[in-house]
């Protein structure tokens, strides 16, 4: 980031920055809670509203859907109307949302808060970037405000998988999303309090052609890959809606190229080699984050027979590992720059997910599952908070909210391209490994498989840290 530019910059808010930081960190905690606390509840709400198995996905990709496809209209609108009327706005939608699901007496109800819940989400998560990207303009100071908003996602992270549970156990399903209401209210009055009201100084209207066709192409691409779970890649339901995206979404490029005159994501930010290679490394990162929550949870509860809870609680102590780390790699960044980061948390990835591959059904938490997953830990927590600085450090005056959205949009899609391609190659693998032992086995060796792939990625992410300068800082 360079000096001019940052001096030029009006802070965007009133209040004392440790509340604007706290402000900033309770959203990206409210937005991974409900990512994941909404899993352990699934069984009680099919049973409570007679949802079919297909309708009760929807509970979960119906919000993941709209998340990852409006993030990019929502970092836009952010630049334009200013972050604090996005972040309120997206709060106020999101809690709404959220008494209608705790209230919901039909499976149509309870999936129609899931999506709007979805565009709450897509408006608060690239707010709260470009509020810490404009409020916080020298690189320390910077660098820890990532790092905390990082550990603020792992604690939303760790929560949903044990207060999903907790709460479903002592209370009932409902309260997983009526818990949201007095938590957004109380953050709406903050947002009010401590971020200015300011829009942006420049006079230039919504991109509606690029919003519609890019947004389209991003749901569309989603869905279709979020289809090949059930049915398979070669399955006209996931080879038209992913064909559509990628259609809509060459279209979306050309109209950013050519025909917009304010355009929703400026091609010209590509040109910025943090954003281009970061987002790349975001991508590559989305589908390491899922074999290490989503995958070892699995493992822990379909090959060593745990509990929903006891899986959570198992996973417990890689979440703080995630947390203690990612604040101290927050306090490195700005000493070490990026590369040393990146492939140092590349060895993690490489040590722990090869190490996790040999955990079968036989197999100790202890000896196989705590170690690697402690590991991989370290790698995430010095890896992520590194990769959003990377991505959002040079926005330019102005850009701050569609810079925000572009890494949040790498993140989630990288997420669900990689799910349904390690799902996929887990499955497969567990299939041809079906007559040589018990359920349990074939399972571990689907798992393993999916672990090495994600060891792959994370090589990966190391190979194309190269390409950052050898000496940036955060």
């Known amino acids: 980031m360079t000096t001019n530019i940052e001096t030029q910059r009006a802070r965007p808010h009133t209040g004392p920055s440790w509340l604007v930081l706290a402000l900033a960190c309770a959203c990206q905690f409210m937005v991974i809670l409900d990512s994941s606390i ?13 949802f079919t198995p297909t309708g009760l996905a929807w509970v979960v990709n119906g919000y993941l859907l709209t998340f990852a496809g409006l993030m990019l209209l929502g970092g836009r609108a952010a630049d334009l109307y200013g972050p604090r009327r996005m972040l309120a706005a997206g709060l106020l939608l999101f809690s709404a949302s959220s008494l209608v699901g705790g209230l919901a007496t039909a499976p149509e109800v309870l999936v129609a808060a899931r999506l709007a819940q ?8 690239p707010a709260t970037l470009a509020v810490i990207n404009t409020s916080f303009t020298e690189p320390n100071t910077r660098a820890k405000a990532f790092g905390a908003w990082s550990a603020a996602g792992g604690v939303g992270g760790l929560a949903g998988a044990i207060a999903g549970g907790a709460i479903t156990t002592g209370l009932s399903w409902r309260w997983v999303f009526l818990i949201n209401v007095p938590i957004g209210a109380m953050l709406i009055v903050a947002a009010i309090m401590s971020l200015a009201g300011t829009r942006s100084s420049r006079r230039e209207s919504l991109d509606f052609t690029g919003a519609v066709t890019g947004t389209a192409g991003l749901a569309a691409l989603i869905y279709g ?14 080879i038209g809606p992913v064909v559509a995206g990628l259609l809509l979404l060459v279209v979306f490029t050309a109209v950013e190229a050519r025909l917009a005159t304010q355009p929703i994501v400026p091609l010209r930010l590509f040109k910025i080699r943090g954003v281009a290679v970061g987002n790349g490394m975001l991508l590559l990162f989305g589908g390491v984050t899922i074999a290490m929550w989503y995958f070892t949870s699995l493992f822990l509860q379909n090959v060593l027979g745990y509990s929903a809870l006891q899986a959570g609680l198992g996973q417990t102590p890689a979440a703080v590992m995630f947390m203690v780390i990612a604040r101290w790699a927050a306090v490195l960044l700005p000493r070490t720059g990026v590369r040393p980061l990146l492939l140092s948390g590349s060895a993690g990835f490489l040590a722990g997910f090869g190490w996790l591959s040999l955990a079968h059904a036989g197999s100790g938490y202890g000896t196989s599952v705590l170690g690697p997953t402690l590991l991989i830990a370290v790698g995430i927590g010095l890896t992520f908070p590194t990769l959003m600085a990377v991505a959002t450090a040079d926005a330019p005056e102005g850009d701050a909210g569609i810079i925000g959205g572009l890494a949040q949009t790498a993140s989630q899609a990288g997420g669900s391209i990689g799910l349904a391609v390690l799902a996929t190659a887990a499955g497969a693998r567990a299939a041809s490994e079906a007559g040589a032992g018990s359920p349990a086995a074939a399972l571990a060796a689907g798992y393993g498989l999916v672990f090495l792939m994600a060891a792959g990625l994370g090589l990966a992410i190391a190979v194309v840290s190269l390409l950052l300068p050898r000496h940036r800082r955060g």
């Open 118 to 125: 979805g565009v709450g989400a897509a408006m608060m998560a």
């Open 38 to 50: 909404v899993n352990v509840a699934l069984p009680s709400v099919r049973e409570d509203l007679g």
């Open 225 to 238: 890959v979020m289809q090949s779970a059930d049915h398979g890649w070669s399955s006209g339901l996931v």
